[in-house]
């Protein structure tokens, strides 16, 4: 918790008073999940009133945040490798007589707070991911010293975070996500996020109600929404009655402009049978899933405290199918658990096999301190993992290039994004969350068209134009 003293006091007031004369600038630099990529815009927005202009250009910020990523132990040293990066920045720049401020926020700030003022010297500020609406509050304390706010106040963020301008959102394109849900109880025994987002906790219906409808007002036509368990959402809506994923997506679905709604990422065990008939009854509900299993084999999963086996998820996957028998799904897989055998990893590749899944994302196992995974004997050698990985990749490579293929001849509505990447295209996504790209005119960025599928390549599909839907 912080305390300010006389001299941070007087250095807020001096500040405050500057803030109304200069803008100054901000990058921000996000790694790991789209949570992640959702926070940085709101601490962009929350800075806004502050003075604080996005630019991408970390020589020319005032302000550099890293927004980090805590989940593999990679993704954690990546920061550290970049700090020293920005801490060569900042010198340059007070050579030339700049300022630079930096901040580490995210979850490799809560998870090791003072520590990062330890390694790296030249940070200023170290902010948890449930403090960013006292950003600019820190930043001022941050004026007289380094300060680390790691706690987990009791206030909810979401209610001190400023909504963005209309010209702001447009900028940012016609996709948006929209986090609904925070934190997990679940504690799978590889995985930090319980340590490092706290316990799980939905928005209420009438905040994503608002947040939602400003971002279509300014022209955003599709949105994910967001949470670490997203379908155990459970917010209260107007009447005080606990509201499901399901519900939430049919009131969302009432919101004039808005075409298409999707979700991530889902637990097996929270896959209620609303939300699965959802997928059948909303038109707006996207024909996507992304629905982690982790490992093929039941002991593995057993010993992850996934709490489902591989008789649940396939009998899962046929109850969705039966209502939507066109979803893609999609999974995470963990290779080299601990003590996963050989024959147990097998198990994954059959499951892979016998699901048939449009996409997948696949991780070496990665010891993370303070999960009980870190505590268990017989880690699998890195050799292993990395020989198991390719292994997992082909296979997946395969199904990727069925599902792509399989898509060609048919003609699905786009709903298009942003230029192609080539001049006179246009690039899009299809309900399946295929990457298309087509020959068009750029008005149609922002709206859906029909489009023949006509060919492929390794991460999208190539198309032409049937017919203008809206
Ligand atoms: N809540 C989601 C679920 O239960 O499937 C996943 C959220 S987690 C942020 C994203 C993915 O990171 C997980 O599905 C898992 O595959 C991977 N992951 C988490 N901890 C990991 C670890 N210690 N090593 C390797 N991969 C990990
Ligand atoms: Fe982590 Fe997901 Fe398990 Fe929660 S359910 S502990 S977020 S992997």
């Given at each position: 918790?912080?305390?300010?003293?006389?001299?941070?006091?007087?250095?807020?007031?001096?500040?405050?008073?500057?803030?109304?004369?200069?803008?100054?600038?901000?990058?921000?630099?996000?790694?790991?999940?789209?949570?992640?990529?959702?926070?940085?815009t709101?601490?962009?927005?929350?800075?806004?009133?502050?003075?604080?202009?996005?630019?991408?250009?970390?020589?020319?910020?005032?302000?550099?945040?890293?927004?980090?990523?805590?989940?593999?132990?990679?993704?954690?040293?990546?920061?550290?490798?970049?700090?020293?990066?920005?801490?060569?920045?900042?010198?340059?720049?007070?050579?030339?007589?700049?300022?630079?401020?930096?901040?580490?926020?995210?979850?490799?700030?809560?998870?090791?707070?003072?520590?990062?003022?330890?390694?790296?010297?030249?940070?200023?500020?170290?902010?948890?991911?449930?403090?960013?609406?006292?950003?600019?509050?820190?930043?001022?304390?941050?004026?007289?010293?380094?300060?680390?706010?790691?706690?987990?106040?009791?206030?909810?963020?979401?209610?001190?975070?400023?909504s963005p301008a209309r010209e702001k959102v447009a900028s940012r394109?016609?996709?948006a996500?929209?986090?609904?849900?925070?934190?997990?109880?679940?504690?799978?025994?590889?995985?930090?996020?319980?340590?490092?987002?706290?316990?799980?906790?939905?928005?209420?219906?009438?905040?994503?109600?608002?947040?939602?409808?400003h971002l279509?007002q300014a022209g955003v036509?599709?949105?994910?929404?967001?949470?670490?368990?997203?379908?155990?959402?459970?917010?209260?809506?107007?009447?005080?009655?606990?509201?499901?994923?399901?519900?939430?997506?049919?009131?969302?679905?009432?919101?004039?402009?808005?075409?298409?709604?999707?979700?991530?990422?889902?637990?097996?065990?929270?896959?209620?049978?609303?939300?699965?008939?959802?997928?059948?009854?909303?038109?707006?509900?996207?024909?996507?899933?992304?629905?982690?299993?982790?490992?093929?084999?039941?002991?593995?999963?057993?010993?992850?405290?996934?709490?489902?086996?591989?008789?649940?998820?396939?009998?899962?996957?046929?109850?969705?199918?039966?209502?939507?028998?066109?979803?893609?799904?999609?999974?995470?897989?963990?290779?080299?658990?601990?003590?996963?055998?050989?024959?147990?990893?097998?198990?994954?590749?059959?499951?892979?096999?016998?699901?048939?899944?449009?996409?997948?994302?696949?991780?070496?196992?990665?010891?993370?301190?303070?999960?009980?995974?870190?505590?268990?004997?017989?880690?699998?050698?890195?050799?292993?993992?990395?020989?198991?990985?390719?292994?997992?990749?082909?296979?997946?490579?395969?199904?990727?290039?069925?599902?792509?293929?399989?898509?060609?001849?048919?003609?699905?509505?786009?709903?298009?994004?942003?230029?192609?990447?080539?001049?006179?295209?246009?690039?899009?996504?299809?309900?399946?969350?295929?990457?298309?790209?087509?020959?068009?005119?750029?008005?149609?960025?922002?709206?859906?068209?029909?489009?023949?599928?006509?060919?492929?390549?390794?991460?999208?599909?190539?198309?032409?134009?049937?017919?203008?839907?809206?």
């Amino acid at each position: 918790m912080n305390t300010m003293t006389t001299d941070q006091t007087a250095a807020a007031a001096a500040d405050r008073s500057e803030t109304e004369t200069r803008r100054r600038k901000l990058f921000v630099k996000s790694y790991g999940c789209q949570m992640n990529v959702y926070d940085a815009t709101r601490m962009a927005d929350v800075l806004a009133p502050e003075g604080y202009d996005e630019t991408s250009e970390i020589a020319e910020a005032d302000l550099v945040i890293l927004n980090t990523c805590h989940i593999r132990e990679r993704a954690s040293e990546k920061v550290f490798s970049e700090l020293g990066k920005v801490r060569e920045i900042k010198m340059e720049r007070a050579a030339a007589g700049l300022a630079t401020t930096i901040a580490v926020a995210g979850c490799v700030a809560q998870a090791e707070g003072k520590e990062i003022l330890r390694r790296q010297k030249a940070v200023d500020l170290v902010i948890g991911p449930q403090s960013y609406h006292r950003l600019p509050e820190m930043l001022r304390l941050a004026k007289s010293g380094p300060v680390v706010e790691t706690d987990f106040p009791v206030e909810d963020k979401f209610d001190h975070l400023a909504s963005p301008a209309r010209e702001k959102v447009a900028s940012r394109g016609v996709t948006a996500f929209l986090t609904i849900q925070e934190g997990c109880d679940k504690f799978c025994t590889f995985c930090v996020v319980p340590y490092t987002r706290g316990a799980e906790m939905s928005r209420p219906v009438v905040k994503i109600v608002e947040e939602a409808t400003h971002l279509v007002q300014a022209g955003v036509r599709e949105i994910t929404l967001l949470g670490q368990n997203v379908n155990a959402f459970h917010g209260l809506d107007e009447a005080g009655a606990i509201c499901s994923l399901a519900g939430l997506v049919a009131r969302l679905s009432h919101i004039p402009g808005l075409l298409r709604i999707r979700y991530m990422t889902s637990h097996p065990n929270d896959m209620a049978d609303d939300l699965i008939l959802a997928h059948r009854t909303l038109p707006a509900l996207m024909p996507f899933l992304h629905l982690p299993v982790q490992s093929g084999s039941d002991r593995v999963l057993q010993a992850m405290n996934r709490k489902h086996c591989t008789r649940d998820y396939v009998e899962l996957v046929a109850r969705i199918r039966a209502q939507r028998p066109d979803i893609a799904l999609s999974s995470d897989f963990i290779v080299g658990f601990p003590g996963e055998t050989e024959a147990e990893f097998q198990d994954t590749l059959d499951l892979i096999t016998q699901v048939g899944f449009a996409s997948t994302y696949f991780f070496k196992y990665s010891m993370r301190p303070g999960t009980p995974g870190a505590e268990m004997d017989d880690q699998v050698p890195e050799d292993i993992k990395s020989e198991r990985l390719a292994r997992l990749q082909k296979l997946t490579d395969v199904q990727r290039h069925a599902s792509h293929a399989a898509a060609v001849g048919q003609v699905m509505p786009v709903l298009f994004e942003k230029k192609g990447r080539h001049p006179g295209q246009i690039a899009g996504k299809t309900p399946y969350l295929q990457a298309v790209q087509v020959d068009g005119p750029a008005h149609l960025i922002g709206s859906e068209a029909m489009v023949e599928i006509t060919g492929t390549s390794t991460n999208s599909l190539f198309g032409r134009l049937a017919e203008r839907v809206s």
